[in-house]
């Protein structure tokens, strides 16, 4: 049996983004909540990659600049903490794939 001590102080041994964003990574019934929470990141994100793209417009340039070097450090961060690509980095690479095919379907089918 796990001793509640023992994870409390590994949980408190944790700093930044490890304290707040790895939990729910690590346990599956957190799992929905990352799910809704990706998704909407991936709508966001495919809002502004179409405003970049098809519209033009400097806010969405701006804003799909920043969400890519945001990505690119929380990879980045993930490399030197973790010592590799760990579940991290492929839902990042997941939501950019997702809010890829959302801007191409919104873009195709007018919805957007």
């Known amino acids: 049996m796990s001793d509640p001590g023992r994870a409390e102080e590994k949980f ?3 700093h930044g983004a490890e304290r707040w964003l790895l939990p729910y990574f690590e346990d599956s019934a957190l799992l929905p909540v990352l799910l809704v929470v990706l998704a909407h990141v991936a709508a966001f994100a495919a809002g502004a ?12 340039i701006l804003g799909t600049f920043l969400l890519v070097i945001g990505s690119l450090m929380a990879i ?10 760990r579940a991290f980095t492929w839902s990042i690479l997941g939501t ?12 195709h089918y007018g919805f957007f």
């Open 12 to 14: 408190e041994e944790r």
């Open 49 to 60: 990659i179409l405003m970049a793209v098809r519209d033009r417009l400097p806010i969405g």
């Open 76 to 85: 980045r961060w993930e490399w030197r903490m973790r010592g590799g690509f």
């Open 96 to 107: 950019w794939l997702t809010s890829g095919a959302m801007a191409w379907a919104g873009w």
